[in-house]
């Protein structure tokens, strides 16, 4: 159902992102040095497992850690080799292929400073950059994007955040001004909020429990009106499914990416995928996580293929907010735990590696027992995109982007 | 507050009004059944309202445009042969020689030409039936929105349903039969809302009675035409007496043709009265007719209104309206004790429905059960937009909302309006996550879900929903799980 909001129309954004901004948008310092760096942040909220998406099938404890649910490189299908240690998803090929070319690299046992296990307390500390959640109602990279503008290093009448999606990132709010880009295709109802409903349903109205169970096999069948037409513009009349998925991660990715290329378009960007809290039949190898990664991986190609030239000058950090259990629950699914992965990749990227102080998977080295062992600060990593790559001040980025960091080294070479 | 005064205050707000908003549980919560009354006592008219065409005017303009758009269509048509003709005639001259079959254009060609140019020039006018269905949509839903309780607004869509027309045959009418018919007398007696809705054009135009003679009428000596009986049937079947209580085909003939003549003025006849009530006698079937076992014999329209008031006075009348308006309230299978209590003081008060509705939200039956109704789709479209504190709509999404939701607005797809039972509505469920999904995702960014359930819900939600909530990937997902439940869906 519709309802007003002011959210600009993708018409409305056409003409505010036109000629007017021109070409003030990119980092002034950037492009003294014949630069003009991009930087586009996804955030995957519902918190990735990091050990399902990047395996460590090396380690000894992997596979009894996991057991027939451990990716592992002759599994069926087998993972895609990284390196002596670790092996990636088999749903992500591309990814694959970019690593391998040295312009993706992935960042393991990370995590950010919050040690709780609330969504909403761990996306705001990821995007807000502080310490702590409900600090502040701005996020690290529209105070980046300020920083930069108040230090003379962009026209300040031309900085500007892109932000895709009908729900602004915090990451990307802020003073700066925001652009916002609706997808016109609606991400459907995902599968996991299906399973969440049925079981709210269960418990408490097994009538309506009835008919969205039906409802859920018809539309497992593909029989449901619709179902035969991802890219179906009707926004509603489809169910929910993979390839509806599939469709949304690709169109909002490869529009970030068209922005960016512009040459007066913005030059950072925020997005979020959802989907990623799977407590329930988590399906590593086929099924819901896998299914999700290689929409994910589809929104790399389409990144990459819509930055055209600019993908030389881009890095895409896509971050989520913290990881899950190292174990599987009972139900085949992993609940809310702490270290994860980030991948990292862009033309602008010095990659072909992971980035990782692996903590080990045996039952002391985990966590309170449960959780990989965050050993990278995720805004180590960030800080050093960001000096690296957008030539934001040490200082600034101590003080003003991610406070209180300090100790927190940027970590160098990321871009090279 | 106590938690049963709460819980009484959210009952009242989703059983007899459009749902909480933020801060209503408080405003009504020492009196839930006392500040539904009091809203009974507030003016039903439509804010900005004034700025709305009469249904009258509706149709004038719209008959308007569309004269205008056949008289440029017809001129488009013509100009596009004529010039065809003479681009044929030069190339032939060109030619120095008789026309040959390849060099005249084709017949056909000329022909779709034309029908193009034809139909390019109908549509540069645009059709203001349509600018004027979402301006009503839009008046309407915002009354319901802003409503504090919602319990007259509840009503006005009762009453509107009940003596529904569908705007698929009247759609510039359609929202303007609404304030003039039902808003109009809601909360007046049932006889005068009777015979408005019985003598408005829409109704007329829905039910075919524009065109039904009389055999004996002159019209229908003259034209050999006659009587058409659907609107005498509805009458009795669906907006009074109810299905099989006791009226024959007799009564129904009978009836029909006392209501022969009704009619509206067409129009292009009359520029300021056209689209207006009119009673025909050219149409109306001469001499008296016995209805019922009553013989009336008045000459004009007042022969049809002493049937309609001997229907609206009936005691079939009162059972079947208490028996709707108990179920469309309280429950699929209301209480026997309540139906009967709104029949009663249906009868005592000759069909007041102030105070037959008053008796609805006094009566303890109608508060007991369990709060099982399935909300139909607009009730539970309009609770999910007022929890969130939303006043404005844009009419086109929210009509095509609730047109995906299966209840498009003024579009019944029979003149016995939308039902009213569980079996009707609950495979639609699939649909509403869809909807909530993608009002969520547009909402997330704004709307709090831990904030609804305490400020919007004072906390009157079940625990599983609570937890669901709290344990949700996203805001999206919360709130598209906080309106899917049992909770938000039922009443």
Redesign the interface.
């Known amino acids: 159902m519709g309802f007003e909001h002011h959210l600009p129309t993708r018409r409305e954004l056409l003409v505010g992102s036109g000629a007017l901004f021109a070409w003030s948008q990119m980092p002034r310092i950037a492009r003294a040095e014949g630069r003009d760096p991009r930087l586009l942040v996804i955030v995957l909220r519902g918190a990735l497992d990091g050990l399902g998406a990047v395996a460590p099938v090396g380690d000894p404890d992997w596979i009894s850690l996991r057991g027939d649910r451990a990716l592992l490189l002759d599994g069926k299908p087998p993972a895609l080799p990284l390196d002596a240690f670790f092996a990636l998803n088999p749903a992500m090929p591309n990814l694959h292929r970019l690593y391998k070319s040295g312009k993706a690299a992935i960042v393991h046992a990370t995590a950010t400073p919050y040690r709780e296990r609330s969504h909403f307390d761990g996306q705001d500390v990821l995007e807000s950059g502080f310490t702590k959640p409900g600090a502040t109602a701005s996020g690290w990279l529209n105070r980046a994007l300020l920083a930069m503008e108040s230090g003379g290093r962009v026209d300040p009448r031309g900085s500007r955040a892109l932000s895709i999606g009908s729900v602004t990132p915090l990451v990307v709010r802020g003073a700066a001004p925001v652009m916002t880009w609706v997808p016109q295709k609606l991400l459907p109802a995902s599968e996991d909020t299906q399973n969440r409903l049925l079981d709210l349903y269960q418990h408490t109205d097994p009538k309506l429990a009835t008919v969205l169970q039906a409802r859920m096999r018809l539309a497992s069948l593909g029989g449901a009106p619709g179902a035969g037409d991802p890219m179906s513009d009707d926004p509603t009349l489809a169910p929910p499914g993979i390839a509806r998925v599939r469709a949304y991660f690709a169109e909002a990715a490869g529009t970030a990416a068209r922005y960016l290329a512009k040459p007066d378009g913005p030059r950072v960007g925020a997005m979020g995928f959802v989907g990623w809290d799977t407590h329930i039949a988590e399906g590593a190898a086929s099924g819901q996580l896998y299914n999700l990664l290689g929409a994910l991986d589809g929104a790399f190609a389409a990144i990459e293929s819509n930055l055209g030239e600019a993908w030389k000058e881009t890095v895409v950090a896509v971050v989520t907010e913290f990881g899950r259990t190292a174990r599987i629950n009972g139900t085949q699914g992993t609940d809310h735990g702490t270290a994860t992965v980030a991948f990292l990749m862009g033309g602008g990227l010095a990659g072909g590696r992971v980035i990782a102080d692996w903590p080990g998977l045996k039952p002391a080295q985990l966590f309170e027992d449960r959780d990989l062992k965050p050993t990278t600060d995720l805004r180590a990593v960030l800080k050093g995109l960001l000096r690296d790559h957008l030539r934001v001040e040490e200082k600034v980025l101590a003080e003003t982007v991610f406070p209180g960091s300090t100790e927190v080294r940027p970590m160098g070479g990321l871009v090279g | 507050m106590s938690n049963s005064a709460k819980a009484e205050a959210v009952l009242a707000l989703h059983r007899f009004g459009m749902g909480p908003r933020p801060g209503s549980i408080a405003a009504i919560g020492t009196d839930p059944r006392g500040a539904l009354i009091a809203e009974l006592d507030r003016p039903l008219a439509l804010t900005g309202a004034a700025s709305l065409p009469s249904s009258a005017k509706a149709y004038r303009t719209v008959a308007d445009a569309n004269a205008r758009r056949t008289a440029r269509a017809k001129q488009a048509q013509q100009q596009a042969k004529k010039q065809q003709m003479a681009a044929a005639q030069v190339a032939s001259g060109e030619q120095g020689q008789a026309q040959s079959e390849a060099q005249a254009p084709a017949q056909g060609e000329v022909k779709d030409a034309a029908e193009m140019a034809a139909k390019q020039a109908a549509d540069a006018i645009p059709d203001p039936g349509r600018a004027i269905y979402l301006e009503e949509a839009k008046l309407r839903t915002e009354a319901a929105l802003a409503a504090d309780i919602g319990f007259a607004e509840r009503l006005v869509w009762f009453w509107s349903n009940h003596f529904c027309v569908s705007a698929n045959r009247i759609r510039s009418m359609s929202g303007a039969y609404e304030r003039e018919v039902v808003r109009a007398n809601a909360l007046g007696r049932f006889v005068d809302l009777l015979l408005a809705a019985e003598s408005h054009p829409a109704m007329l135009f829905y039910l075919d009675n524009l065109e039904s003679m009389g055999a004996n009428s002159t019209a229908g000596i003259n034209r050999s035409r006659g009587l058409n009986e659907n609107f005498a049937r509805e009458i009795m079947e669906l907006h009074t007496l109810g299905v099989r209580t006791g009226y024959t085909q007799d009564d129904v003939i009978s009836f029909a043709n006392v209501l022969t003549g009704w009619t509206l003025v067409p129009p292009g006849a009359d520029p300021n009265h056209g689209g207006e009530f009119t009673f025909n006698p050219r149409l109306h079937e001469p001499g008296g007719q016995t209805v019922l076992g009553k013989r009336y014999e008045q000459e004009d329209a007042e022969q049809g209104r002493a049937v309609l008031r001997d229907l609206a006075a009936h005691p079939a009348t009162a059972t079947h309206v208490a028996t709707k308006l108990a179920r469309h309230f309280v429950a699929d299978e209301p209480p026997p004790a309540l139906v009967e209590q709104l029949a009663k003081s249906f009868r005592d008060t000759e069909g007041d429905l102030k105070q037959v509705a008053i008796a609805m939200v006094s009566s303890d039956d109608a508060w007991r059960g369990p709060p099982a109704k399935l909300k139909r789709p607009g009730e539970w ?1 309009a609770g ?2 007022r929890a969130t504190g ?1 006043t ?3 009419p ?3 009509t ?3 047109e ?2 299966g209840e498009p607005l003024w579009r019944p797809s029979m003149p016995k309006g939308y039902p009213d039972d ?1 079996v009707s509505w ?2 639609g ?3 509403r ?7 969520a ?6 709307a709090d879900p831990q904030a609804i359930i305490e400020d919007v819900f004072a906390s009157q939600i ?1 625990i ?2 609570k937890q ?1 909530v709290g ?7 919360a709130l ?2 906080l309106f ?4 938000f ?2 009443r």
């Open positions: 479209g999910m937009v939303i404005a709509v844009d086109v999404r929210y095509a909302g609730q995906l939701l569980e609950i495979d469920v699939g649909r996550l869809d909807v909530a999904n993608y009002f995702e547009r909402l997330a960014g704004m079940a599983e929903v669901a344990r949700a990937e996203s805001r999206q997902q598209a799980l899917m439940s049992a909770d869906q039922r």
